[in-house]
């Protein structure tokens, strides 16, 4: 089953420590978008990458949270300095095209990550 | 500022019953509207997806519609099972950006 792959799936991490989250896009894909989900809240778009390119970053916070998604290799998103309210599940999806050209966006099963 | 209002927050139904999710949103340019089921500590299953050309989707048990002039969509799950429970969640995009917009969705429990 070729979907969208995240890994992984629950991270615990202590304040001050990086966290690591990576998303392997469904096969033929080349748009990733990452949301997050924070507890009793709905997902919120953090950022839009093609390969090599971050497309719309305006979700991501300015300070230590950062994406890639490199030519070869699964999309990273990277949390520096974690603090407790960085605790939440972190979703990444893609499509073959932009979603704006009326493509179905496909989800994975989500990276839940704790900061204790 | 872009919103989605889904109402009810949390519902529980006797097998059987046939029922409808609402979902209101704040931008009339939308580009399209789906709807999402999402188990717990799992991720999100696309269910619909309705261009803003489209007044409604069906697929199976379930229908969904917009009324973009209202800024307001329903799921309509026909016939519910107990394993239709789960959270709904219902996203739009606006034309010309990449980003979903999501409501906090509905705790649906459907008892055997």
């Known amino acids: 089953n070729a979907g969208v792959m995240q890994n992984p799936r629950h991270l615990v991490r202590r304040r001050g420590q990086e966290a690591r989250l990576r998303c392997s896009p469904m096969?033929?894909?080349?748009?990733v978008y990452w949301y997050r989900q924070l507890p009793e809240e709905g997902l919120k778009f953090m950022v839009y990458?093609?390969?090599?390119?971050?497309?719309?970053e305006s979700g991501m916070p300015k300070e230590r949270f950062s994406a890639e998604f490199p030519k070869e290799g699964p999309s990273i998103l990277r949390i520096q300095q974690v603090v407790r309210g960085d605790s939440a599940a972190y979703f990444c999806?893609?499509?073959?095209?932009?979603?704006?050209?009326?493509?179905?966006?496909?989800f994975g099963e989500g990276s839940w990550l704790t900061v204790v | 500022k872009q919103e989605v209002t889904q109402i009810p927050a949390a519902l529980s139904v006797p097998e059987g019953e046939n029922l409808v999710l609402n979902c209101s949103f704040t931008?009339?340019?939308?580009?399209?509207l789906q709807w999402f089921r999402q188990d717990p500590g799992k991720g999100l299953t696309s269910l619909l997806l309705i261009q803003s050309s489209q007044r409604e989707q069906t697929s199976g048990r379930l229908n969904a519609s917009l009324d973009k002039s209202s800024g307001r969509s329903t799921l309509y799950i026909a016939a519910s099972q107990p394993g239709d429970s789960a959270t709904y969640l219902c996203a739009f995009l606006t034309s010309g950006t990449y980003k979903y917009i999501f409501g906090t969705g509905t705790r649906l429990k459907v008892l055997a």
């Open positions: 931008d009339s340019a939308i580009y399209n």
């Open positions: 990458l093609q390969k090599e390119n971050i497309i719309d």
């Open positions: 096969k033929g894909h080349s748009h």
């Open positions: 999806a893609s499509s073959s095209t932009g979603v704006d050209a009326g493509n179905t966006i496909y």
